[in-house]
């Protein structure tokens, strides 16, 4: 290797140099890189630290009172001498506005996904992504003293009709497709074109009369609801699935669109429409992304403190029937924001552990839930990859 | 299934996604129209001779000349008004006994009704609360207190099954034959010669500090201790996300233990936010005794572990967009790792690695679970930069629950709480707006 | 119009000085019968995507049951053309067609036609492998249960069919019910093909079914390319000059969108009319 030399004539390679000042130089590397790991496990300390310092608050309330109190008995009366500690209620109140806003964020979710991935063309597209990211962006307060101060007032005042118009709205379209589907599958046998189409229209007639009547009967029925307190579980969970839909659809639409180009395209060469080949192959192919998806908006439903807190009602017991949503609630967020003002004067007390107790309990189910959804992503990207 | 009906679902397909977008940017206006319009109108409203005299007795600020010419010409209509009271009062003085235990009470209403419209009356003890010493700032609100004086709010019992139903009676009919009769059509004609409405722009809203908890001024501290928050949560969790992301792009392998951090990176992400909050004041308050009690240097570093897992992935993402050949490129100039990173990577990462700090710092601000016990005071004023490692602070998300919720007029100082909101919203919408500009922009560079 | 029975010269004769052209040798091939129609017929047909017009006026006739190879350099619109043959590209935002392409005497653009049924009847295999990410047996029988076979019976039937007609089913017929994602890149092409030729079409397109595969994976497509010969019209783009001869009995080569040349593919290989071709064909650029 011919090399110029430029006055430093003693060495012939200019790139060899002593064996000390490598080895100082691979130390001094080494060493930054172990600054680095160590500031960067700083995050797995945060997480180490935080099950610690709520499980150590909590741990006593377990050994002043005990487990079956807590997950059993619905009596929530802290403030008592002696107070009484039954979560049970509370526990349900969470779960039931989860429940709630995931059964009207998923399907919502899931479609706005499909039609970012699928449907809607770029230059629309543009516009509906940041639509969701500011509905991401808006701060829970802000929805909170949305429910509180204009939802809630207009639910009690014009529940009824609001919950009829829900119900048109909603359930008319698909009635009148699932008639129309219907019919045509009953009739897809009979082989003589002019009598199926004969038959095809008078059971349209038929089944279209007969839900025509269900919904209307539905709706009068809906509209005879009068809602006693606008701060409730209904409220809370539309206030919910509507801060959990950009979740949902931001990491679904992320699964759909890890379903490649070339599946599609497949699936449209052989003749299928776009409905049947999302619902065929992109849908099962993404599945498990998509459940990932929704766990990660359940999660967020289930942690929210603000909403639930200011239009939940608060009310710590179990409703009457135990679906009723019009009633108002509790949940394990909006107690312990709600109780800790009191309960940390007294440090040491069941009152001030109970709710580490419940900070514990949430912190375990967002724990699994977490692991869960990346175990899922995890699989979905090996089946996808074709292992 | 025959085509027409395959084609028939799949169009039905079609509109349910679009009609679920279309239904999430619905929801976006519905929530954000109320918020801007009745937000707006705590700066844009119209205000009466009380505010201005609010103004310059507690915030020393407008025309004093000017006011007190206004405050004489009010004077001479508010005359009569007082007149006709005290007219009241000597003739229940002549009444038998028993009717003026009848009036007693209803004269009581009608005197705390002027009050509330017009402030004290003349001869009235200087009131404790400062909410007392003015009449009705704002229009609006006078014209409701205006409503209260003319009727009586009454409610209908007569049906037992139904919900008592809420009814007005006119409250000149109850005094009927009395001299107070002509009060009542005198206040409603001369309402405005007695308040002086006119159209007033505030924007001490945004600078003043509050009087008697919100009941007046504005809603600097809130503003001001939202602020150290958040920069304050993004001093400590900006570099060491930074850091973090770094080591996981450009030297972690992928082995147990790097997995390991990943997994806590997700589960931190995941913690619900209440949880960080009690974790701060379990840890930084209760262990680690960084304050007394609630101080805005715990709030902002439980904020800022809070916020560390979203800014640590999106520098991971800024940093892996960078074109493997920047790297080679460096690295075949004989570039060590640790300049290639700070002198190419870095900078050329740095607006997408801003973008998220942005968005985090949008998120620490909007916030409230994790202030509730570690930073937020409901009432309290500005405070000084030496005291954020001693003294909590008010601030916006905090205190636009605790009015709307917890105050005991929360019903009176709606302009106020929708101010705060729309304070609120406008801060985080803007930071993720620039957020948004700021990508496309990057976009359209990496596009060339 | 080209004449049918150019398809039977076995041996060409070759003039003996261009010895670079002798990339031509024409394999045995079964005769035809009940072929050499046009099935689809090009008329000034142009796509564009935007303000670029990726394939120009292009006509041709495309003969029932002959093999039709497209070449031509990357990028001259061959693929864009054969897409738009059922309708591939109208999944491309922004795009627009001009002209018509006629399928069996009925304008594939045109008005009244359904994409859907006309995919039914234009088969297209692509580049890359591509099946579901479902058993085998799903993957074949999805079209046909799509267009409204549900009897078990009747599917295990086609499955099996279309399977043989791919050459597959000795590979595959015990492990039916496995993910078709296990299969190598070879097998997963021909159980393409095996999907598409479920739904019964009657004009196959292959877009570069080869260029992701092995030589000897190749070989078993070509293979399966000649046995389907003359019951399928069939259309392959390839960019291999040796397997457009190899397999096919007419050549069109396409060049910045325009078709240069149409011939048999004797004709085209051994003795072409445009210099651009011959450029082509001797290798002066791709």
Redesign the interface.
Known sequence: MAEESCGEGNRTNTFVVSSRKRTIQKAV?RA??LL??A??????V??L??FY??A??AVPFFELRSFSEFFTTSEWYPADEPGKFGALSIIYGSLMVTLGSAMIAV???I??A???SD????SIRQY?K??????A??????????A???FAPLLQDKGGALLMWAWWILAA?FTV?FV??LS??LT?RIKDPARRKQLNLLSVLLFGLLSAGLLYRVGTLLHAIEILTGTNALNVSIILS?MA?PTI?SVSEDALQAV?R???????????????T????IL??ASSGILAAVI?GI?RS?????VV??ASGNSAHIPEPWFNYLEAIRTL?AT??GD??EA?QV?GSARYHV??AM?LL??VI??I???VS?RIVVRQRR??S?? | MNLGTRKLLDRSFTSVGIGSIVIMALALMVVLVPIVTNGLGAVFFTGTVEHRKMLLSEFNRGDSRELETAIASSDRYRAKVYEMLSGFESEMAAMTPERQDEYRPKYGQVKTAVQALLGPLPGDPEPMLTRFKYGQTRWEKAEEKLHDLLYETKWDNSDPNAMSKEYFANRSESFAGTSLVKLFPYVRENMSNMLLPEFTVYWGFITDSSVDSHIFGGIWPEIQGTFFLAVGAMLFAFPLGVIAAVYFTEYAKSGFFNSMLRSANSTLAGVPSIVFGMFGLAFFINTLKVSESKSVIAGSLTLAIMILPTIIRAAEEAILAVPKTYREASLSLGSTKWNTIATVILPAALPGILTGGVISLGRAAGETAPIIFTAAVSVGSAIGLADVFSSPTPALSWNIYNLASEHEAAAQIRHVQYGMVLALVSIVLLLNLSAIVLRARISKKLKG | MLMTDDVTVTSPDVPAQKSTREIYLPPARKKITGGGTPHIVAKEFSIYYGEFEAVKKVSADILSKYVTAIIGPSGCGKSTFLRSINRMNDLIPNSHTTGSIFFDGADIYGRYTDEVLLRKKVGMVFQKPNPFPKSIFDNIAYGPRLHGVNDKKTLADIVERSLKKAALWSEVCDRLDKNALGLSGGQQQRLCVARTLAVEPEVLLLDEPTSALDPKATAKIEDLIQELRGSYTIMIVTHNMQQASRVSDYTMFFYEGMLVEHASTAQLFTNPRDSMTEDYITGRFS
């Open positions: 590397n930054g890189e680095l790991l500031l960067a496990s700083f995050v797995a945060v997480v630290f935080i310092f709520v150590r608050d399907p919502m979710g479609a706005a499909i039609c970012l449907i809607l063309p770029f509906a940041p639509v969701i990211e500011m509905l962006a808006i701060p829970s307060v802000a929805f909170g003293f949305f509180l101060v204009v379209p497709l129309i589907v045509d599958l897809t509507f839909l659809v490649g070339d599946i599609r395209e497949g699936s449209y060469a052989l003749g299928a429409t776009r409905a049947e999302i619902v065929k192959t099962p192919a990660l999660m289930l942690g929210e403190t603000m807190w200011m967020t312990i924001a800790m003002g940390d440090t709710l580490f900070g949430l912190l967002s724990f839930c977490n692991l990346e089946i996808l074709g292992q």
